[in-house]
Each structure stands twice: as C-alpha cells, then as structure tokens.
C-alpha cells in the first residue's frame, strides 16, 4: 500500500536487512548460517514463516533450518523432498523474477507429493491480493555466476515463506527484497559450505601430517637402527645410483664412515666381476647375491634387495637397498660346492668335475666332411676341377664362404641351396660354439687339439702296502702338486680316483702333448719323501684327443687304452717304484 510513510517503513525495513544479512556472514558454521538465513526472513522481510531447503549431495533437498513455528520445525525439519517433486514445483504457478509463486487455485495438486510442508489455517480470502493460507511462494537459492546476477549458477537450495505479517502478497519492493535475499543468504550458504570444506581439509592434512611425522620417525628408526646394512641411492638422471643416506649397520659392514659413503654408489663398491649383475638388478624388486668392497680392500659376499621409494605424487623417487651380509653361508656354500667337485685329498677337481668340463667342449657335431664338398662348391661357380683338399682343410668350410673350424654338409652339390638336415647334424654358419678338432694321424699335422693326458702311477700299491695309507696319501698329494705345477694356468689336472690323473691341456698338437708327458712323467719321477724316508712312483701316460662327436667317457676311455698301451710296451724294469 502507497502511503505517505512507506519511505520510512522501507529505510527501517533496509536497515533489518542490512543486520540479518550481516549476521549471515558472521555465523561460525553453516549450521548457524542456514538457521540465520530462516530467522532473517521473519526479522527482515514481514513473514512469519520460512524454511531453508537445501541441495544434498544426491541431489534431493532437506529441511536444514526453519524459523517462526516450533512445532513446524519439529515436525518436518531434516525431512527431505525429492529434486524432481522440486523442480515441479519451481516451474508452476507464477514466475515473479527469480521467485515462484504457486496460488491456493493451483496449489492443491501438491498436496500428495513428498516435499516436506505444514499446513496453516485461516479463511479465505477476501480481496484479490489477499494471501490465502494454501498460497506457496519459493525463493530458489543459486551459487553466483560468472557475471554475478541471481540464478547463474547451480541451485543450493530453496527458501519456502509463508504468511505475510500484512497478509497480503508482497508487492513489487517486496519480491525484488526477498529475491535480493535469497542471492544475499546463497552466497553465505556458499561461503559457510567452503569455510566448513576448508576447516574438514585442515583438520584432515593435520592427521595426515601427523601420521605422515609418525611414519617418517618410525621409518627413521627403522633405517638407523636396523640390524642389517640400509641405503637409500638416487634413482634416474646423472646422479643415478648415488648413495645419499646409509645407517650404522652398513657403515660397519664395510668399514666406511657415512660420511665417506655418501661419495660413493654401489657400482663403485661392487667386485669388478659382479658389476653386470648389480647393473642387471637396480630396478624396483631387483635382488641380487654379489660382493663389496670393504676399507681394508677385502669383499664381503651381500644379498642386496631393491625397492623404489617415491618422494612426492610425481616428485623424485630414491632406491631403498636392504643390505645382508652373507659372507658366512656363502663361504659355507663355496665349501660345500668345491667338496662335490673338488677330490678332498689333493684338491684337483674329481671325476665329475673332469666329465663337466671336457663335456663343455663338446657337441654332437661329427669332425669330418663327406668327401667332395669343395669340388661341389666350385661346380656351382663354374670354376675348372681342382684336386680335393685334405679332410682337416676341408673341415673348415661352411660352405658361405667361410671357415668355421668343422666341417659342414649342409651344401648341396648342385650350387642352387642349402639341404637343412634335422638332427644334431644341422648346424649353420651362425653356430657360436667353438667347435673342438683332433689332430688327423699319427703325425704332427700342425692341427692344435685338446689333449687329454691319462696318467696312471707305477709302482704306488707296494708303497700302500709297505708304510700304510697315510704315506700313500702323502704321495698322491705330492704327485697333485708336481702335475699342477708342471702345466699351464688354464689347463685342468684332476684325479679320477685311486692313483688314476688326467690332464686337460687345450692347444696342443701331437709333439707337443708328447712333450708334456714326458715332462710331467719326469716331475713325478723324482723321490718323495715321507716321514723321514725317500720313496719313488712311475707314471704311465696315455694320450688321447677329444673332438666334437664323442662324449667325455669316449674320449676317457680312448686315453685310458692307449696309457696301458704305453704301460705294457715299456719293460718292468724301467716303472719306477718305491
């Protein structure tokens, strides 16, 4: 109504809003906010009833406050409205700006729905703009938009009034007063929601980080005092396996201080034959079993166990390597590896180990050429007929071009392709193996082989029987001795057993395996003395050669025959015995 004190009804009015809406933005926590919200609509704005309707996360509204009626707010409040009976709601009726407002005509089809609602009574009204108590007016709550105007963002919630002090519908000031209200009470509703976001964040990165502090200082103590060696090493870029960090236990271990550890990695510490197993394990999982260097120049046998640590979400990321010492099992594992292959009285290597390592140089591969291949070859390039080669020349042709070392029947005569045979006879000319030659004849062709030297002692039962086992241990002790010391680093001396050597010399041709049996026959012929007497043993050789095609008790077996060969063809007289 127009009269001549509405201008001071509205300043008073201004000042009420001015006060509720800076009670909005004073409010400790949203729930306060919303219930201010509510009671400033009954202060302010000359209704006697509002309730804040807001959004929950699925969508749906709750009752979150209400003022004016305390049996409506018990009644209804935190009940909630589903958002499609709502978004019915906020397309009926009249549109007045943002507001909704649905009259008593049109109103009674929601009676049935699921929003929360009182119900008021009064009459009915009596001129045109009188409120009637089945009217609803909506005020829909929006999060502000980029430009800042009512309704450019998302809905919050929905401010519900009722019952105008005046009892009429709100005019003109009083819509565009409850629209500015409502953008006014969505800000402070957002703002409170962030405050509320902001407060549960902090107090959640305060646990956080205080279990991240507890977790660092358990992982600290860990580290420090762990009774085996731990490094934490740089991983990726120029600095990759730099060792930032080590504990006491390490430190000890090697025999360095922490502080002199921190200008080495672990490619620097490592025995120059185990790097390529350190390099092969330095991803996250990797283990390996290798030696360290200590201070003193010594090693000490480690299982090292890997695992990435990272700093940061995509920050830089460390090796944690866990560092055991195992120098003791490993020692007991050598041991227990060299008494299965090693004999236990002189040390050589035994009869297994022999047959492992004459088996090494050996394939299935026959030594010789069909006759004829060469010829084949130069048929097929249509060069003249030339007079075969020998055998052992011929061997080495592959028929590429090439010499592998063996001989080759792959090549078909007619010079047009290879005939790949199955087989162990199938072998091309990217076969990596060192193929093992024998020399052809009995005479010295120059062809260079693996000799296998058998020796059998002459004279070394009588010596047994005369002063016991113990001086025949002592002999075949000293024998070891002499037949190690009279050969080259990389040939093999083993003992098969009893008074049984044999002698692996790779290299050789004939003479010169010749040579060597007499040399090592001369070094063994000299007296031994034990327990204060002088006592003498002979030595039988006999001389075999291994070449691809034969097994390793082939070739034990061919010098084991030609050493009784060689016994039997010298006169009792000239076996020296003791």
Known sequence: ME????????????????????????????????????????????????????????????????????????????????????????????????????????????????????????????????????????????????????????????????????????????????????????????????RANMQRALVRLEREQQALRASEESFRQAFEYAPSGMAIAEMGGDQHGRILRTNDALCRLLGRPASAMRRYSFSDLVHPEDIGTLLRTSAEGGRAELRLGRRDGTYVWVHLRNSVVADAADGPRFLLTHVEDIEDRKRRELQLAHRASHDALTGLPNSAELRSRLGARLCQRPQSLPPGAVASLDAAYGH?????????????????????????????????????????????????????????????????????????????KSINDRFGHNAGDAVLIEVARRLTSGVRDGDTVARLGGDEFVVLADGLGRADAQDLAVRLRNAIIPPIRID??????????????????????????????????EKRSRPKQHRRAG
């Open 3 to 194: 009269t001549e004190s509405e201008p001071y009804v509205r300043l008073a009015t201004l000042r009420q809003l001015h006060q509720v809406m800076a009670d909005m933005n004073t409010a400790r926590s949203l729930a306060d906010t919303l219930q201010t919200v509510a009671d400033g609509v009954v202060t302010g704005l000359g209704f006697e009833l509002a309730c804040v309707n807001l959004v929950r996360q699925d969508g749906d509204l709750v009752v979150a406050a209400l003022a004016g009626n305390s049996a409506a707010e018990a009644l209804i409040t935190g009940r909630v409205g589903s958002r499609a009976s709502w978004d019915r709601r906020l397309t009926m009726g009249e549109a007045w700006g943002d507001l909704r407002f649905i009259p008593h005509t049109e109103g009674w089809v929601l009676d049935e729905d699921d929003v929360p609602q009182w119900y008021t009574d009064g009459p009915a009204p009596r001129f045109e703009d009188e409120w009637h108590p089945s009217d609803r007016l909506f005020a829909p709550m929006y999060s502000p938009g980029a430009s800042g105007s009512t309704g450019g963002g998302e809905l919050i919630g929905v401010l519900s009034v009722d019952r105008p002090r005046n009892g009429r519908r709100p005019g003109a000031w009083g819509r565009e007063a409850l629209q500015m209200y409502a953008f006014q009470a969505a800000i402070a509703i957002s703002n409170a929601r962030l």
């Open 384 to 460: 003249g007929q030339y007079t075969e080669l020998p055998a052992a020349a011929n061997a080495g042709y592959d028929g590429s071009g090439a010499f592998d070392g063996h001989a080759h029947p792959a090549y078909e005569g007619n010079g047009h392709g290879f005939d790949f045979r199955s087989g162990p006879e199938a072998y091309d000319a990217f076969d990596h193996h060192v193929h093992t030659v024998a020399p052809e004849g009995e005479t010295d062709d120059g062809t260079k082989g693996l000799a296998v030297l058998f020796c059998d002692l002459d004279g070394f």
């Open 532 to 565: 204060g007497r002088a006592v003498r043993v002979g030595a039988s050789f006999g001389i075999g050669w291994a070449h691809c095609g034969m097994t390793a008790d082939e070739v034990l077996k061919s010098a084991d025959e030609r050493m009784y060969v």
